[in-house]
């Protein structure tokens, strides 16, 4: 049953949507450059989110509560305080589009995803580039921590998924079997399986127990 109908970014695509981590607010990232947030109980408007100075592809809550994430085409990520709506930094470094951001499960890094065939970790409290993964030869549409902190997980244009030690930056294994773009990654919640869709019209699951046991590289 619909409830409630979002309008707000200007007739313009809304590119991504994500929940605060107690599900009372919703984020939406735009094409007419800003992400906003809604009261999910009310539809409601609560803030913008202004500063980008092209369309917002993605947008992402840490799961303290405090922060929040938005990735643009003008090749930045950004930080936003959840309470006040306040830029409080951002992150360069990226040479193309920012196709996805995302938080890890200790709110004290980020994901970012690029055209530039790269994602990146940043530490949160300095703004840093902690990681670069290099290894795609196309664009990367969607990265994802594991909930342990362990494993990234990156998806491309190259049709391929790869794994990544989330600490050292180093490919651990490249997943084949899309015939197209994979446009989106997601790790289950015990980690121990990878989903992937692509625009080959499939879905893929991968059993990571091997993995994460060390006996694959």
């Given at each position: 049953?619909?409830?409630?109908?979002?309008?707000?970014?200007?007739?313009?695509?809304?590119?991504?949507?994500?929940?605060?981590p107690d599900g009372a607010v919703a984020g939406t990232a735009g094409e007419d450059r800003t992400a906003r947030l809604w009261c999910v109980a009310s539809g409601q408007q609560i803030?913008?989110?202004?500063?980008?100075?092209?369309?917002?592809c993605s947008v992402s809550f840490s799961n303290d509560r405090k922060l929040i994430a938005t990735a643009s085409v003008d090749e930045?990520?950004?930080?936003?305080?959840?309470?006040?709506?306040?830029?409080?930094?951002?992150?360069?470094?990226?040479?193309?589009?920012?196709?996805?951001?995302?938080?890890?499960?200790?709110?004290?890094?980020?994901?970012?995803?690029?055209?530039d065939e790269?994602?990146?970790?940043?530490?949160?409290?300095?703004?840093?580039?902690?990681?670069c993964l290099r290894g795609h030869t196309s664009r990367v549409f969607s990265a994802s921590f594991s909930s342990d902190n362990q494993l990234i997980a990156t998806g491309s244009k190259d049709n391929t998924v790869r794994l990544w030690d989330a600490q050292t930056g180093i490919k651990l294994r490249t997943l084949?079997?899309?015939?197209?773009?994979?446009?989106?990654?997601?790790?289950s919640t015990d980690n121990t399986r990878l989903a992937s869709g692509s625009y080959d019209?499939?879905?893929?699951?991968?059993?990571?127990?091997?993995?994460?046991?060390?006996?694959?590289?």
């Open positions: 049953e619909q409830i409630h109908v979002l309008n707000g970014h200007g007739g313009l695509p809304v590119r991504s949507i994500s929940f605060f803030a913008v989110l202004t500063g980008h100075d092209r369309a917002v930045t990520a950004r930080l936003w305080c959840a309470e006040s709506g306040a830029q409080l930094r951002i992150f360069r470094g990226h040479t193309f589009w920012v196709n996805s951001v995302v938080f890890s499960n200790t709110s004290r890094r980020l994901l970012t995803a690029s055209g790269t994602a990146r970790v940043w530490d949160v409290a300095t703004g840093n580039e902690l990681l084949n079997g899309h015939t197209n773009w994979v446009m989106s990654v997601c790790f019209k499939n879905v893929r699951l991968w059993d990571l127990r091997h993995l994460r046991q060390g006996r694959l590289v």
